[in-house]
């Protein structure tokens, strides 16, 4: 997978290529949620989201939400796993709060 806009959090892959993102709370317990193609879950304990790319309608891409909340101030660390065009194959976001954070990233399929 490859980076196409960092501030954007748009990606690109092939279809099957897994896609595993980290979502470390620093400074406060983690309290989110994120929507994959329309459906929530909570954050997992183990802070590990993780799908496989695949195509979409009208070669729409994936959608990936995040909703990252705060007791007190803190920040949150997301690392996307596996990007080619990033050192380490990692690209890391830091955000910090409160308010509650929404972050939307889009991946594209070849």
């Not at 748009?10 to 400074?27: M, N």
């Amino acid at each position: 997978m490859v980076e196409i806009d960092h501030d954007d959090l748009r990606y690109s892959g092939e279809v099957g290529e897994q896609v595993r993102i980290t979502v470390l709370a620093q400074g406060v317990m983690a309290i989110g949620t994120f929507t994959l193609n329309g459906t929530t879950q909570p954050l997992p304990s183990s802070g590990v989201i993780s799908f496989a790319l695949e195509s979409q309608s009208n070669d729409q891409p994936m959608v990936l939400q995040l909703n990252l909340d705060f007791v007190a101030p803190a920040s949150y660390r997301v690392a996307v796993r596996v990007v080619t065009n990033e050192s380490n194959e990692v690209c890391v976001h830091t955000w910090s709060g409160p308010p509650l954070l929404i972050k939307t990233f889009s991946f594209f399929v070849n």
